[in-house]
């Protein structure tokens, strides 16, 4: 019964789910979501202005102050923010955990600012959450804690029972139902936490730091496993983060948070390949790697003292094939020396360090060829050096001691399928 | 001195029923009134689930002006009340009534005090899938300080059987009484050495069977 009051309240028919009896959705329509700017279809959360201020005169703090965003039906959104950003406060404005000071919260087309308690516990039930420290119950086991929620929405016990051998077995862990929480890794304890989360057959998964209590091998598959929730099950979830990589390899869309403001809200890719706002800018520097820093740059050119150039390689827009067709037809001998490609968003996204060894006027015009197909920044010669200004702006920021100086940096254990390559070797030879 | 404990033996026993019925009533009614009242306090809390300054304001002054009340004088004070409430103010049964009353404030500062060492985290989870107050209390709360609870209550019916060796002032038996009557009075150490160490048995008993009940809810 509560499955199907979950759908009740989506008045557009093209994009209501099948009623939910059982873990997989018939229709994969939803995961299209997040490549459809579907302008038709009903939010799946709205914020409107919404501010949250705790305390009030001079110790007010304005944990969220004046924020709007929608949350589309079916996408992975992010929330990045330093911590005290106010991105904890803003997740829990929409499951009404925390009431709003001003302005209006929207969740599947229903204002739930101001609805009496009974009401917001019921819009709380069609949100699953999933927190950093698990809070899974240590008194129950863990088919225990699964049916908790399904208690809560009074399911009768036959029912519970199919349904949490159903989620354990889905999240893997159909071994340890009777297991208490103590027996078990962090990772598992997460693993429960997400089934539990979507006991009660939620429309909305909300993650608060889902990952950051966990070591990186854990985090690439618990975002896995988020990932698979999106697909496989088509739920709309809430991701929040104060990891860049959380965000590239996961979210569809990311909002940008600094002291409670939204400073900057995108398509994942638009914001790794084009920040614009400071914070925005510092938090894709910790993701990207393929760029060299300053110390870094010193070193390649103690080591390549000819023209270095760094060629961006983005989806569409230019691919590595350019740069070296391009190289073959002006006749320049170019070796990659440092960079690397991976996947923001499922996208190609990166870029190629090259050192070109070829006379002055070859090098020219290789270079006019080439910036028409790709973003190429020139960083000169040891004798001539030049900045490249992204990285430049970067260790100038607030959070230059971030700037990405990987030197032996173990590879990033973030992502689905991506590989970094050429990371800072001779691949293109010397 | 065989002579004498051939009579004082059935006595002896006597006053063994009388503690455990003291302890026990008292231990269930104010044990489960302090249930109630830690419970309030804890809710009432600043940032807590019920949060409510004035509610929690009144227990707390309550609470903290009846439990520093030495409880021989606690037992003539509530003297009046326990007239109205039992009949009369002579007697085990006269005695019960105090005893539950100071058992509850006791309790409820201990169960308060459990409640505290519970991880918000595991409330603001159950809040999350919509869970009412009075679930909360009852399927997280407790269950969840069910372990140091159990050893709280342990303490408490040490504290509650130290407490009705007291009894005789109102006409009240008990084995306290026995030791005071029959042994500290008369001088006779034989029948304070044998009470006190019937009342030592009785205290490892409880203690023995507490821990082993807590570590059973602790699911290590």
């Known amino acids: 019964m509560a499955g199907e009051r979950l759908t009740d309240r989506q008045p557009d028919g093209a994009r209501r789910p099948a009623p939910r009896t059982g873990l997989r959705r018939e229709e994969p329509d939803v995961t299209e979501a997040p490549r459809d700017p579907g302008g038709d279809a009903q939010p799946a959360i709205e914020l409107r202005h919404v501010s949250k201020t705790f305390g009030d005169g001079e110790h007010a703090v304005h944990a969220v102050d004046d924020v709007s965003l929608t949350v589309r039906r079916g996408e992975i959104f992010g929330v990045i923010g330093y911590s005290g950003a106010g991105k904890s406060t803003l997740v829990r404005l929409i499951n009404a955990l925390e009431t709003v000071t001003s302005g209006e919260v929207v969740v599947d087309g229903q204002v739930i600012t101001g609805l009496p308690e009974r009401r917001v516990r019921e819009v709380r039930s069609r949100i699953g959450m999933v927190f950093q420290q698990f809070n899974l119950l240590s008194s129950r086991t863990v088919a225990g804690n699964v049916a908790y929620p399904l208690k809560v929405a009074g399911w009768s016990r036959e029912k519970r029972a199919a349904r949490v051998a159903e989620l354990l077995a889905f999240v893997g862990l159909a071994d340890k139902a009777k297991a208490y929480p103590r027996q078990l890794s962090g990772g598992q304890k997460q693993r429960v936490g997400i089934a539990r989360a979507l006991a009660a057959q939620p429309t909305i998964l909300l993650a608060d730091e889902a990952t950051s209590a966990l070591d990186p091998e854990t985090t690439r598959e618990v975002l896995a496993l988020l990932r698979r929730v999106n697909a496989e099950l088509g739920i709309t979830i809430v991701v929040i983060t104060h990891e860049m990589e959380v965000v590239r390899s996961t979210c569809h869309r990311v909002a940008v948070m600094e002291h409670g403001k939204v400073v900057e809200t995108g398509d994942v890719y638009d914001v790794f390949s084009a920040p614009s706002a400071d914070a925005a800018q510092r938090f894709v520097g910790t993701a990207l790697h393929d760029r060299p820093s300053r110390e870094t740059l010193a070193r390649l050119r103690e080591r390549h003292p000819g023209r270095l150039v760094t060629v961006g390689v983005r989806e569409g827009a230019s691919t590595g094939s350019d740069l070296f067709r391009l190289l073959r037809e002006h006749d320049v001998d170019g070796s990659v020396v440092y960079g690397g490609i991976s996947e923001v968003g499922e996208r190609p996204f990166g870029s190629l360090t090259v050192e070109l060894d070829a006379p002055g006027d070859r090098v020219a015009s290789f270079l006019a060829a080439l910036a028409e197909h790709a973003d190429v920044v020139d960083l000169g010669t040891a004798a001539h050096p030049l900045d490249d200004p992204r990285v430049a702006r970067l260790s100038a920021g607030p959070g230059g001691g971030d700037a990405p100086d990987d030197d032996g940096d173990p590879g990033d254990p973030y992502g689905t399928a991506r590989d970094t390559l050429f990371r800072h070797g001779n691949l293109g030879g010397r | ?220």
């Open chain 2, 1 to 220: 001195m065989n002579r004498d404990w051939s009579q004082l033996w059935p006595i002896l026993v006597e006053s063994f029923g009388q503690t455990l019925q003291m302890v026990s009533v008292a231990l269930l009614t104010g044990g489960l009134a302090g249930l109630a009242l830690g419970i309030a306090l804890y809710v009432t809390r600043r940032g807590n689930l019920l949060e409510n300054r004035w509610v929690f304001g009144v227990l707390n002054v309550l609470v903290n002006v009846v439990r520093p009340i030495p409880f021989i004088i606690f037992v003539t004070l509530l003297g009046p009340v326990t007239l109205q409430v039992v009949g009369t103010t002579l007697g085990t049964e006269a005695f019960i009534f105090p005893l539950s009353v100071m058992t509850a404030f006791g309790t409820s500062r201990i169960v308060e005090q459990n409640l505290v060492g519970i991880d918000p985290g595991v409330v603001e989870a159950a809040r999350a899938m919509g869970a009412s107050s009075w679930r909360i209390i009852t399927t997280v709360l407790v269950p969840e300080a069910l372990a140091p609870l159990i050893l709280g209550y342990t303490f408490l019916f040490i504290a509650v059987l130290d407490m009705s060796a007291i009894a005789g002032i109102i006409g009240g038996g008990g084995l306290g009484n026995f030791a005071i009557v029959y042994g500290y009075q008369r001088y006779n150490w034989g029948v304070v050495v044998v009470t006190v160490l019937v009342i030592i048995a009785i205290v490892q008993v409880a203690q023995l069977l507490g821990n082993w009940l807590a570590r059973k809810a602790l699911h290590r």
